[in-house]
């Protein structure tokens, strides 16, 4: 069975700090480019940054996130991670990691991914 497992999330104030992990299992882990997205109450889920596939290992982010995350892999550990640094209100949401064999151009297409993790709650106070 396939589980991907967030963890990492919490409440901290504006201008904090948080790494969140997601934990694969029961796939070739390194086959597989894996993204973040979030999604606050009443919203779509918004992509948030790519790492593709090990091999690669390319990132990509949305405008809102770059240059405040960080997305990352370890192949040993079956674990990708995102370094969140700056943090603003507005990053409230829960966060999903999920993993895809083929993105193409659609990497922030929620569609194009094979798994998903549960999510981790994330809030940010002013």
């Known amino acids: 069975q396939v589980q991907l497992v967030e963890s990492g999330g919490g409440s901290v104030q504006a201008g904090g700090s948080l790494r969140l992990s997601c934990a694969a299992s029961?796939?070739?882990?390194?086959?597989?480019?894996m993204s973040w997205f979030r999604q606050a109450p009443g919203k779509d889920r918004e992509w948030v940054a790519t790492?593709?596939?090990?091999?690669?290992?390319?990132?990509f982010y949305s405008d809102s996130v770059k240059g405040r995350f960080t997305i990352s892999r370890d192949a040993a550990k079956s674990a990708l991670y995102l370094q969140m640094n700056s943090l603003k209100p507005e990053d409230t949401a829960m966060y999903y990691c999920?993993?895809?064999?083929?993105?193409?151009?659609?990497?922030?297409?929620?569609?194009?991914?094979?798994?998903w993790g549960q999510g981790t709650q994330v809030t940010v106070s002013s």
């Open positions: 999920a993993a895809g064999l083929w993105l193409g151009d659609r990497r922030s297409v929620p569609g194009q991914y094979n798994f």
């Open positions: 029961g796939l070739a882990f390194d086959v597989y480019s």
């Open positions: 790492i593709l596939k090990y091999k690669d290992a390319d990132t």
